[in-house]
Antibody, heavy 122, light 110 residues
Framework: DVQLLQSGGGLVQPGGSLRLSCAAS????????LSWVRQAPGKGLEWVSI???????YYADSVKGRFIISSDNSKNTLYLQMNSLRSEDTAAYYC????????????????WGQGTLVTVSS | QSVLTQPPSASETPGQRVTISCSGS????????VNWYQQLPGTAPKLLIF???QRPSGVPDRFSGSKSGTSASLAISGLQSEDEADYYC???????????FGGGTKVTVL
């Protein structure tokens, strides 16, 4: 069975850093272009970043230059390093696995992590 | 980045049909397939419809999706109380090399 187990998150001051982890099981992480998606309290879903072994990394404008997506294929784990955090980064963060391996469309998320809350506040 | 446009809310009585629209542009819905997610309160989103109109195994056939041009829609027929949730459309955005989500539609069963 596919599982995405998230860890990290918590309370951090503005300007601080935090790293989220997403441990994958039931599939080989390197074969899929996983994404991070976030949801601010009471708001909708917002795509944050994607990582593909073949195509590289891409980011939403709102986090570009501050967040870094990476993976450790030996641990089958996806990461999101969040730097220069702002209050507007406060959200539940989800890692999400696409239904198809490789890069390209159709691109849809068939498995989601349980989510981890990041609160940026002084 | 802009989001796909959905109505903020929709409601109907049990057993009736409700339809949710999702409007985009040529760089997202017009060129790529649309997916729909259901989110119950306090839980992670769940895939409901993929590739415009395909249902994952386990999703009741009361849920159906369609697309025309730069717009898509999700229909829920035979509405049930457990269908009360937030529904999001999503599509690949070519200019972003990422995903655009709709703002979400809260479905209420009256």
């Amino acid at each position: 069975d596919v599982q995405l187990l998230q860890s990290g998150g918590g309370l951090v001051q503005p300007g601080g850093s935090l790293r989220l982890s997403c441990a994958a099981s039931g599939f080989t992480l390197s074969q899929y272009a996983l994404s991070w998606v976030r949801q601010a309290p009471g708001k909708g879903l917002e795509w944050v970043s994607i990582l593909s072994d073949s195509r590289g990394t891409y980011y939403a404008d709102s986090v570009k230059g501050r967040f870094i997506i990476s993976s450790d294929n030996s641990k089958n784990t996806l990461y999101l390093q969040m730097n220069s955090l702002r209050s507007e980064d406060t959200a539940a963060y989800y890692c999400a696995k696409p239904g198809l391996a490789g890069w390209g469309v159709p691109y849809y998320f068939d498995s989601w992590g349980q989510g981890t809350l990041v609160t940026v506040s002084s | 980045q802009s989001v796909l446009t959905q109505p903020p809310s929709a409601s109907e009585t049990p057993g009736q049909r409700v339809t949710i629209s999702c409007s985009g542009s040529s760089s997202n819905i017009g060129r790529n397939t649309v997916n729909w997610y259901q989110q119950l309160p306090g839980t992670a989103p769940k895939l409901l419809i993929f590739s415009d109109s395909q249902r994952p195994s386990g999703v009741p056939d009361r849920f159906s999706g369609s697309k025309s041009g730069t717009s898509a829609s999700l229909a829920i027929s035979g509405l049930q109380s457990e269908d009360e949730a937030d529904y999001y459309c999503a599509a690949w955005e070519d200019s972003l090399d990422g995903v655009l989500f709709g703002g979400g539609t809260k479905v209420t069963v009256l």
